[in-house]
């Protein structure tokens, strides 16, 4: 399994911002995507999932404010942000679980500012 996040990069306080990632290769079975990031100086962490495509789980700082999503047919899980705040500057990584097995796809970068 290959993933390919995209959708980073410089949005306003308040403003909104979508994260996509494809996923490619053997992509049968993958029951769980996941959204984590990562801010300077700071561990990697867990921002969003979704299970099975239909349940949801997000971090406290997020909720109300980030939806994930999946499509099934294009294979990509989405991650849209709204009301965006200076501490969700991070780079953002997308993540697949599919038979036990992990995968992780390159960071995106989002810088939100004044």
């Known amino acids: 399994v290959q993933l390919q996040a995209y959708g980073g990069g410089l949005v306003q306080v308040g403003g909104s911002l979508r994260l996509s990632c494809a996923a490619s290769?053997?992509?049968?079975?993958?029951?769980?995507f996941s959204w984590y990031r990562q801010a300077p100086g700071k561990e990697r962490e867990l921002v969003a999932l979704i299970l099975s495509g239909v349940t949801t789980q997000y971090a406290e700082p997020v909720k109300g404010r980030f939806t994930i999503s999946t499509d099934n047919l294009e294979n990509t899980v989405y991650l849209q942000m709204n009301s965006l705040k200076f501490e969700d500057t991070a780079v953002y990584y997308c993540?697949?679980?599919?038979?036990?097995?992990?995968?992780w796809g390159q960071g995106t970068l989002v810088t939100v500012s004044s």
């Open positions: 993540y697949a679980k599919q038979n036990g097995m992990s995968y």
């Open positions: 290769g053997s992509t049968f079975s993958i029951n769980v």
